[in-house]
C-alpha cells in the first residue's frame, strides 16, 4: 500500500498523519468498514453504508460536509487506483471522533486504506476452537463494529497460538456470539440457524445479506448446538460463506453451506 486517504487528502502511507490524542487510539471510539472491492466495484456497498449510518448516528459523531455516499465510493475508487489494487482489493474506512479528551466531539476524521487481495486469501478449510478468557457485552453498543478490538485481538492471537483458522467468541451469558471476523451459521436437519442480533455481536453485512435472500431461523446458540449441528458455516464481507471442517475435534463436511454459497454470492 503506497497512499491512504486522510480527511479526504490523499497522502503517502509512510508519513505519519494522526497525532497522539487521537481518540480512537486513546479510547477506541472509532467505527470502521472493511468492504471488498472488485474492479472498482464494493460488494455489498448499501448494506455498509446502512450499517455505517446507523453507527454514526448512535455514536453522534459529526461528519465533514464532503461526507456522502457517493464520496466515499469516489474516493475508494481513486485510493485503489492509486495503489494499483484495481483488481480485487480489501478497503478499510475508519472513522474517529477527532483529537481531544473524553468530552471533546469534534468533526468526526476518515481513512481510506486499500490492500490487494489474493482469491488464495479466501480459500482454505477452516479448523476453529472458543476463546474462553473474554466475553462480549449484550448492550447497545454490541452490534457495532467499533475500534475498540481488544477481546477480538486477543482471541485471534489466541486462535493463532493453537492453530486453529478462527476462534469462536462467547457473550456475558457463555452462549456462543460471533469469531473474531465473522458471524455464525449453523445446520440441523436441512434448517439454517443464525443467533439473534440481542446475543451481543457485530452486525454483520454478509449476514444481513443471507437473511434477507434466504430461510434463517433466529435462534440462540450454544456450544451443544454446534457439536450437534451438521454444518457449520463462517461469513464476513471479505470472504464470503466458509464452511467450517472441524470444532472441538468433531469433522464437519458442509453441503447447503456450499450450496448456499454458489446460489447467493
Known amino acids: 500500500m503506497n497512499y491512504v486517504n486522510i480527511n479526504n487528502s490523499l497522502v503517502p502511507a509512510v508519513n505519519p498523519q494522526l497525532f497522539h490524542n487521537n481518540k480512537a487510539y486513546r479510547y477506541g471510539d472509532g467505527l470502521f468498514e472493511t468492504m471488498k472491492a472488485t474492479n472498482g466495484e464494493i460488494a455489498l456497498f448499501n448494506y455498509h453504508i446502512n450499517r455505517l449510518q446507523a453507527g454514526i448516528k448512535q455514536l453522534k459523531y459529526i461528519m465533514p460536509t464532503y461526507f456522502s455516499e457517493t464520496w466515499l465510493a469516489d474516493t475508494i475508487t481513486q485510493v485503489c487506483i492509486a495503489n494499483n489494487h484495481t483488481n480485487m482489493a480489501r478497503v478499510r474506512l475508519s472513522l ?52 475498540n478490538a481488544l477481546l477480538y485481538s486477543m482471541a485471534a492471537i489466541y486462535a493463532g497460538e493453537q492453530q486453529w483458522q478462527d476462534c469462536i467468541i462467547l457473550n456475558n451469558h457463555r452462549r456462543v456470539a460471533e469469531t473474531t471476523i465473522a458471524n455464525i451459521f449453523w445446520i440441523k436437519k436441512g434448517i439454517v440457524f443464525t443467533p439473534p442480533l440481542s446475543e451481543g455481536f457485530v452486525a454483520g453485512v454478509m449476514r444481513q445479506y443471507i437473511l434477507d435472500n434466504t430461510a434463517v431461523t433466529l435462534q440462540i446458540c450454544t456450544l451443544d448446538d454446534l457439536l450437534t449441528a451438521d454444518e457449520i458455516f463462517l461469513t464476513n464481507a471479505i470472504r464470503g460463506i466458509r464452511p467450517v471442517t472441524v470444532f472441538e475435534h468433531k469433522n464437519y463436511v458442509s453441503s447447503l453451506g456450499l450450496q448456499l454459497a454458489a446460489t447467493l454470492l
Open 96 to 147: 474517529y471522533r477527532g483529537d481531544g479528551d473524553l468530552q471533546t466531539n469534534t468533526e468526526a476524521g476518515i481513512i481510506i486504506e486499500t490492500y490487494e487481495l489474493q482469491e488464495t486469501q479466501l480459500q482454505h478449510p477452516l479448523t476453529i476452537g472458543v476463546y474462553n478468557e473474554g466475553c462480549k457485552n449484550c448492550d447497545s453498543f454490541s452490534n457495532l463494529k467499533t475500534a
